[in-house]
Nanobody, 130 residues
Framework: VQLQAFGGGLVQAGGSLSLSCAAS????????????IGWFRQGPGKEREFVAA????????VYADSVKGRFTISRDNVKNTVTLAMNSLKPEDTAAYYC????????????????????WGQGTLVTVSS
């Protein structure tokens, strides 16, 4: 499974930005549909932290408390993309954002820790100015 995150940029506080994560199908074509997709972020001098995740079926989502009510994650299993819509952005949202696919397919519980994700895309930088 290969992932590519894009859509980052510079935005003023209070603004909106939408990130996308595209998955390319490789040998096990069903796997990238049956995997949870999560977004993580890593700010300057900080550890990588969980932001949001969506189940392989698309019917369950989990958010970090810091983004709840402001960010929305969704997925399109036909287009093989996951979108993170970010509203009411704050300077503390500034970070490199990474999308990842879970290690195990068809999980019963949405994965929310780094260790549950095996496939990572490159980061896309989001900068929120005050």
């Amino acid at each position: 499974v290969q992932l590519q995150a894009f859509g980052g940029g510079l935005v003023q506080a209070g603004g909106s930005l939408s990130l996308s994560c595209a998955a390319s199908r490789l040998t096990f074509s069903y796997l990238d549909i049956a995997l949870d997709i999560g977004w993580f972020r890593q700010g300057p001098g900080k550890e990588r932290e969980f932001v949001a995740a969506i189940s392989w079926s698309g019917d369950r989502t989990v958010y970090a408390d810091s983004v709840k009510g402001r960010f929305t994650i969704s997925r399109d299993n036909v287009k093989n993309t996951v979108t993170l819509a970010m509203n009411s952005l704050k300077p503390e949202d500034t970070a490199a954002y990474y999308c990842a696919a879970s290690r195990i397919p068809k999980r019963a519980v949405v994965a929310t820790t780094r260790y549950e994700y095996a496939y990572w895309g490159q980061g896309t930088l989001v900068t929120v100015s005050s």
